[in-house]
């Protein structure tokens, strides 16, 4: 019995299944985030060409089953959004390989921080986020008036 080694050759064939993402796969992307509207937020079409460079899809054979982007803010911090492995899927180890890429892109990038806000914390504190880094934490600011922030915008 041999766990640790399946466990790592499951990640291993999860990794390899990840690959940027292309302008013919915008309707495949589209389709896995608006069958999570419950989790994500919209994107449009636009948005994901002009994020392309740092967006990736999940392939098993020739369907298209998880996706994820970086949108890089500054030098500093960056967000992870649309994470998104179609039910069919889940459990394969897709989307820990999709944060994975995103997580290494972003280091080769220099960028010191990536962020996500997100329903699912434990899913991400299981591959290496946390609330707090070193003594400092990420705060929301609530909003006042008419800019009320929205508890509904998840990645
Ligand atoms: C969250 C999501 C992307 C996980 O994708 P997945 O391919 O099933 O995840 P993986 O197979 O890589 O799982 C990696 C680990 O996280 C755990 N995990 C998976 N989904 C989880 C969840 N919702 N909550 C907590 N842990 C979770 C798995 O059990 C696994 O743990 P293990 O390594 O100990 O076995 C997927 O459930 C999904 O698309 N959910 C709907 C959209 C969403 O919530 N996106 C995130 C919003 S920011």
């Known amino acids: 019995m041999q766990p640790v080694q399946h466990s790592s050759q499951t990640d291993q064939v999860a ?10 796969d915008i309707p495949a992307i589209q389709r896995l985030i608006n069958a999570n509207l419950d989790k994500l937020l919209p994107r449009t079409d636009d948005e994901i060409r002009e994020l392309l460079p740092t967006w990736w899809v999940a392939v ?3 369907e298209i089953v998880g996706t994820c982007c970086l949108e890089i803010y500054s030098r500093k911090i960056a967000e992870l959004r649309s994470l998104v492995v179609s039910e069919k899927a889940r459990g394969k180890g897709y989307g820990a390989a999709l944060v994975k890429v995103a ?9 010191r921080q990536v962020l996500v806000v997100t329903s699912t914390p434990e899913f991400f504190e299981a591959l290496g986020f946390g609330t707090a880094l070193d003594e400092k934490y990420a705060l929301f600011w609530h909003g006042s008036g008419s800019v ?8």
Do not use: F, M, P, Y
Request: glycine content about 6%; proline content about 0%.
């Open 15 to 24: 990794l390899n299944a990840v690959r940027l993402a292309t302008e013919e």
């Open 60 to 62: 098993e054979g020739d």
């Open 103 to 111: 997580t290494q892109t972003a280091e080769a990038l220099n960028i």
């Open 148 to 155: 009320k922030a929205r508890a509904d915008s998840n990645g």
